[in-house]
């Protein structure tokens, strides 16, 4: 194949795109994409990193030869808070956890969980009823993170925490904002040595190390310690060689869990209601269909099958707003896609924003429809098309654990309440760690 050129895209003689891009990650992506194809160079001043939509370049660089496609540096960033843990750990060592810790998230034992998330879900509902009809308006995405992050503790750690659930969410979200200026704001990186944020960070890690250390502890000390958490399923795990983890191990992967498992999920619940709120005729039809199968008892688990349609919402709806808007990796030894030469250690960034708004890939990719999701249709498409877990060896673990928690809680919702949305209140994409709504979801409760 004849070596191909790439666009370098660059906004400024002088800083490139080290101003267009951190201003608005979204409209760049978008604009660039539409302007210059589903692959070019973005010229970031320092470094330039290769970035794209192209759903053959997504299967070379996540599966075909993913070994060449190691944790760039940004998760250098993100392990100052996540250690070791699956979401940043590399090579080896990253496959002897992941082997480790996958039998904790097969189907069967998630089904073990399915009683937590309804029971805190039950718990949750009862806690909206004080703004049912109510003229004050609820933020939907506060209120999908309070019970994702409650959910994540529980089964992580069964009730170990919970007292404590409010300042630990607080110092993983003051962890995360400061990762994410770290990454994005050279300059930020460089004064929170010196203004006490960095200081303040590592406090905030330590508390948070105590608090699982200590939980890790009283187990190992328990006569009869709980079985069915994600935690003594972690604990029990042993390698080839009969080792358990270590206590550091378990710390990263409790947090790394607890992170990438109720954010994540929180923004995709605030997403489909936003979006449901705006298409009133698929509201409807998706609670005629939690009627119909769940009624007036609580969801079980053998629902989860006949909720097809609120599963294609869901699915839809993480579609136009994909709650892991990238991935990125880099490339460890140099490599050649479709005649385009990757030099060794440049970034490659994957947008999965991008590609489910791919215009050749998707027809109205801006409309909300749900009905891209029947079976046929998904069985027609490649798989490549639509990636909201990742793919390939390192796709998301907690997948099966995502949609049940969001689908057990969409039926939960819409059995007992309807969210009516501020059409005032104007939802812009904010692309953090996840893609969440910059100022939240508003809604009242009837
Ligand atoms: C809607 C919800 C979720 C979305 C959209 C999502 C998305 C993703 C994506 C795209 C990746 C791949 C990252 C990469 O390749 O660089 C990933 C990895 C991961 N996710 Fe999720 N996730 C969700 C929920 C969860 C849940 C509920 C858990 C745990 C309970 C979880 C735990 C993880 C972990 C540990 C990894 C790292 C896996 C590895 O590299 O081996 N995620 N997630």
Redesign the pocket.
Known sequence: MTPQKLTIVSDHWLFKCLKTLPADVLGFVEEKTEKHGDFFIVDMLLFKAFLTSKPSIFQHV?QSNHRNYI?DKA?KELGLALGN???V?DGES?KK??KL?QPA?NKKRLEGMVDVMVDEGVKFCDSLEQYRNKDERVNLLSKMMEI?STI?LK??LGGALDGEHASVEENITFAQQHIISRIRKPAYKFLSYFNGKHKEFNQKIHEFDDLILNVINDRRNSADPPDSD?LSMLMSARDEDGEPMSDKQLRD?VI???V???E??A??LAWTFYLLGQHPEIYKKLKEEVNQVVGDRLPVLGDLRALQYTRMVIEES?RIY???YL???ECAEGDTIEGVTIPKGKPIILS?YALHRNKMLWENPLEFNPERFTPERVKERPKWHY?????????????H???M??QLLMALLVTRFDFVLDKNHEVIPEPLV?LRAKTGVMAWVK
């Open positions: 996540l944790r998760f843990g699956l979401l750990n990253w956890q992941r810790a998230f994702t994540a089964t992580l994600l992967e790394t869990i607890f990438a498992g109720h994540t999920s923004n995709s993480m994909p709650p892991a991935l990125s990796r999965i990636l909201p877990f990742g793919a390939g060896p390192r796709m998301c673990i907690g997948n654990f995502a949609m928690e969001i996840t």
